[in-house]
């Protein structure tokens, strides 16, 4: 049985999950617009992923009998710039994901919940390549600069990204 506290702070994961989701198909939809489709679709999959993350934590509150709460989901920025700010602002965003993330950890830790904590340390893990994952991107935008050509390389290659859930249904 998880704690009030963990219940609370997993269920707030499960918002900023579904925040984070939002605000990716925001960004989807303002690269979309500018013709970016490759940079739209990549992160069309981030939003995905974000969801994936947040059904998964939901089942886990389930799993451990831990009561599952609903809060509004804020309303993410529709305005952005350039791929540029797009970007900068995912890596800020996936930095604030890690610290909820490693704070929920810590949490466990403090109240002994082992399992818990082995839960999280998956969370903790794909924070690491998230924020690899991206810091990778603005590098290749920082050397391709004001190249239109290069910008649509990136482009092509970027939409090569696919979703692929990383919670596949249980069989028995």
């Known amino acids: 049985m998880l704690s009030k506290k963990l219940t609370k702070a997993l269920n707030e994961q ?9 605000l990716y198909l925001s960004m989807s939809a303002a690269m ?11 992160l069309f999959v981030q939003a995905q992923e974000e ?12 799993e451990r009998s831990g009561e599952a709460a609903f809060a509004p989901i804020e309303q993410p920025s529709a305005s952005f710039s350039d791929i540029n700010a797009v970007f900068k602002e995912v890596l800020s965003h996936e930095k604030k994901v890690t610290k909820s993330i490693n704070s929920i950890a ?12 082995q839960f999280m340390m998956w969370y903790v893990d794909e924070q690491v390549e998230e924020e690899a994952n991206v810091s990778e991107i ?3 935008l920082r050397l391709i600069g004001d190249n239109k050509g290069l910008l649509l390389t990136l482009d092509n290659e970027l939409g090569t990204r696919v979703f692929v859930d990383p919670f596949p249904p249980k069989t028995n």
């Not at 918002?15 to 984070?20: D, I, L, Q, T, V």
């Not at 969801?51 to 389930?62: C, E, K, P, Q, S």
């Not at 810590?106 to 904590?117: F, R």
């Open 32 to 42: 979309n617009s500018i013709g970016l489709k490759g940079v739209s679709s990549w």
């Open 138 to 140: 603005l590098d290749k």
């Open 106 to 117: 810590t949490l466990a830790m403090q109240e002994l919940d082992h399992a818990c904590y």
């Open 51 to 62: 969801l994936a993350h947040g059904i998964n934590i939901y089942r886990y509150i389930l």
């Open 14 to 22: 499960v918002n900023a999950e579904y925040y984070s989701a939002y």
